[in-house]
Nanobody
């Protein structure tokens, strides 16, 4: 299983941007799908986006489609979530997670390794 560490969270105003990072170790990550999830206080965890091992396939939830972009650099073992046009409803703790797969797609379920999370607060 990968170890994952998120960073990049913070406090921003509505309409601003943030880029979250997910650093992985210790294995090569080409065969790991990576997902971003978020959980707001009192709400269930929500899948936000995922990216396949090669980076060729990505998927987004309806709530972030067109505003968030997921990408990865396998050589540097890092995945990013670029978040633009942030809204107060995006406020949550964001987690990255992984699962091993040989498939060329990613799923929004089935993750077995999780980071500790990074807080994103969008407020005026």
């Amino acid at each position: 299983q990968l170890q994952l560490v998120e960073s990049g969270g913070g406090l921003v105003h509505p309409g601003e941007s943030l880029r979250l990072s997910c650093a992985t170790s210790p294995y090569p990550m080409e065969y790991y799908a990576i997902g971003w999830f978020r959980q707001a206080p009192g709400k269930e965890r929500e899948a936000v986006s995922c990216i396949s091992g090669s980076g060729a396939y990505t998927k987004y939830s309806d709530s972030v489609q067109g505003r968030f972009t997921i990408s990865r650099d396998n050589a540097n073992k890092t995945v990013w979530l670029q978040m633009d046009s942030l809204k107060p409803d995006d406020t949550a703790t964001y987690y990255c997670a992984s699962y091993w797969t040989y498939r060329s797609e990613c799923l929004m379920t089935g993750y077995d390794s999780w980071g500790q999370g990074t807080q994103v607060t969008v407020s005026s």
